[in-house]
């Protein structure tokens, strides 16, 4: 006779908090947005944000919004307690951060939990102490208006969970990056955050969006931008899209806002993109920031736990809205490459020319292009300078063995064309360049002895604080390649030394390339496999560029230091390197057999 015990069983309600914590909370920058989004909802004015060990041991919010009373603060800690929706109909008209009331015990579930909140004029405040889910106290204590938050221990609970967390730098990184996006969604609100008792950065007030795009991401960045205001129908759409000729590999930033909610939306990304379209070079995406504003009836925000991601009554009107905000300022101000008087060369718009490394016979292609701001001193080489005529005398022997090169000429200041024995090729000059010096530092790490070079100035470095965190983490294996930083202050680093085969560059492109490669790897990757990365960013930032008319020596010796390395066909990153004809094909093209 079958058993009639049932098999299914009711959660204890310790467990359900629990799974549904799971949900919301999944790292510290989870417990930040939530309370930050809780502290705009009340009205909060000034925000600080005090983290201790990249949120693990602590996360303190402390705002001056309009606090709660006796009755309220317990409540606010019970699930699905909220005071922003109180029927289905609301839900199709969200217009705050929060609404569901999962947010506060969900985070009290798995932490050991402290607020202490007092709404403005009252005389008294109340406590609430949790851990793990269980009240420990309710109490009226004196109290400043507004809320204090303090979330210690986070996951002290479901060590599996906690065990799943990054690196201190990891984790702040990406605490640092909502606190920025709270900021940039907030103009009439000063956010301050500090780490370790350290102030990261303190955003004053702003009235204008440009102020606040600068203060987060810096002159640099901004001067490459192009700005957006415009009106479309369904749509109102503010912020900033790169110019596309500065556009890099990485995709960082691409943040968009809808009604000033921080979300990820296929939609809005692929009219960025096809807004784009021919403007920008293959292997570029757009980097961005995109502030939305639709009616709240028009988005739907409840469709993810997280609130991350939205979705729109009327995705196609959408779609046109962006595409045609988005086209407006690069149809003004973006200008098709021009020819610079005199020369075959095209510099884009906005684009310094580059002048023309001066050549001396017999020298290595890949010295030519050493930086400028060295001291001259390659440590670690062991080389003697040698004259100018033995260098002459060296170069013949050097090539004896290769095939015969001949330089025919360079096409649109892009392409080298040369005859290679019986062949004819024609060859990118960035990535046979790009090629050449890759391979050359990956000896030189094979070998643990890739030659560096000081710089005679050391370079400063200012990057986004969500960019620097990580940065630092890795800079004695950056120091394995040659490349030598040092940290000055949280986002600020030198450049002290770098390898001695890549030449002057744009070194703050270099590390954000770096940095893009490094949000791939993880723990179980190989050390080879990271500094495979970060040695073809630095072949690639060090080559010489399309665009920049090469002396016929210049090519001629990179297309044989090519042909020592045994003529690999792509570049580091899988482009081409050369199309070559052989005499049957040309005489099969040209019907000659």
């Not at 908090?17 to 909060?44: C, F, H, M, T």
């Not at 001396?360 to 001193?377: I, Q, Y």
């Not at 001949?406 to 892009?414: E, Y």
Request: hydrophobic share 40%; aromatic share 6%.
């Amino acid at each position: 006779m079958e058993s009639v015990e049932s098999r299914i069983k009711v959660l204890p309600e310790s467990v359900a908090s629990q799974i549904a914590a799971g949900e919301i909370v999944e790292r510290p920058a989870s417990v930040v947005k939530e309370l930050l989004d809780n502290s705009v909802d009340a009205g909060s004015t000034v925000i600080s944000i005090d983290v201790v060990n990249g949120g693990r041991t602590l996360i303190r919010v402390i705002d001056d919004g309009e606090g709660m009373s006796r009755a309220d603060a317990p409540l606010a800690c019970q699930r699905f307690a909220t005071s922003k929706i109180s029927h289905p109909g609301d839900l199709t008209g969200i217009a705050t951060y929060g609404f569901r009331g999962e947010a506060l015990p969900s985070i009290a579930a798995v932490s050991r939990f402290r607020m202490l909140t007092a709404r403005h004029q009252a005389l008294t405040g109340t406590a609430v102490a949790i851990e793990g889910g269980d009240v420990q106290s309710v109490e009226e204590r004196g109290a400043a208006p507004g809320t204090r938050i303090e979330v210690e221990e986070l996951f002290f609970n479901t060590p599996g969970r906690r065990n799943f967390l990054k690196t201190t730098a990891t984790e702040f990184s990406h605490i640092a990056h909502v606190a920025q996006q709270a900021a940039l969604a907030n103009l009439h609100m000063q956010l301050r955050l500090t780490h370790n008792d350290h102030v990261v950065f303190d955003y004053p007030k702003v009235t204008a969006l440009e102020d606040r795009l600068l203060q987060v991401y810096g002159p640099r960045v901004m001067d490459i931008m192009l700005p957006i205001h415009d009106e479309q129908v369904g749509a109102h759409v503010r912020g900033m899209i790169v110019n596309p000729y500065h556009a890099k590999t990485g995709r960082t930033p691409q943040e968009i806002f809808v009604n000033r909610r921080s979300v990820k939306n296929t939609t809005i990304a692929h009219a960025v993109y096809e807004s784009y379209g021919s403007f920008l070079p293959k292997g570029r995406h757009p980097t961005f920031v995109l502030m939305v504003d639709v009616a709240p009836h028009e988005v739907d925000v409840n469709v993810h736990p997280s609130k991350r991601e939205v979705k729109f009554r009327n995705p196609d009107l959408i779609h046109r809205a962006i595409k045609g905000a988005v086209r407006v300022p690069l149809q003004k101000n973006v200008t098709a490459p021009t020819l610079s008087p005199g020369s075959e060369e095209w510099v884009p718009h906005h684009v310094e020319k580059a002048k023309p490394a001066q050549v001396r016979m017999g020298e290595p292609f890949v010295d030519r292009l050493a930086p400028s701001n060295a001291t001259g001193v390659q440590r670690g080489s062991g080389r003697e300078q040698r004259s100018e005529t033995d260098q002459v005398k060296e170069s013949p022997a050097l090539y004896s063995l290769e095939p015969e090169v001949q330089i025919l000429g360079q096409i649109h200041a892009t392409y080298i064309v040369a005859h290679i024995g019986d062949e004819l090729h024609v060859l990118d000059q960035h990535t046979i360049h790009e090629r050449v010096l890759f391979e050359g530092l990956w000896r030189g790490w094979e070998s643990r002895h890739i030659q560096t070079q000081p710089l005679l100035i050391p370079e400063p470095v200012d990057l986004p604080i969500a960019a620097a965190t990580p940065l630092a983490e890795i800079l004695p294996e950056l120091a394995k390649v040659g490349l030598e930083l040092e940290c000055f202050g949280p986002s600020s680093f030198v450049i002290r030394s770098v390898p001695a085969l890549v030449g002057q560059m744009d070194y703050v492109s270099l590390l954000e390339d770096i940095l893009e490669d490094l949000s791939e790897w993880n723990s179980v990757d190989s050390l080879d496999k990271r500094i495979r990365s970060v040695l073809a960013s630095m072949a690639c930032k060090g080559a010489v560029q399309a665009g920049r008319r090469m002396e016929a020596l210049e090519m001629q010796h990179v297309v044989h230091d090519w042909l020592r390395e045994g003529s690999p066909m792509t570049c580091p990153h899988g482009r081409r390197i050369s199309l070559r004809f052989g005499s049957e094909e040309l005489h099969r093209i040209f019907r000659r057999l």
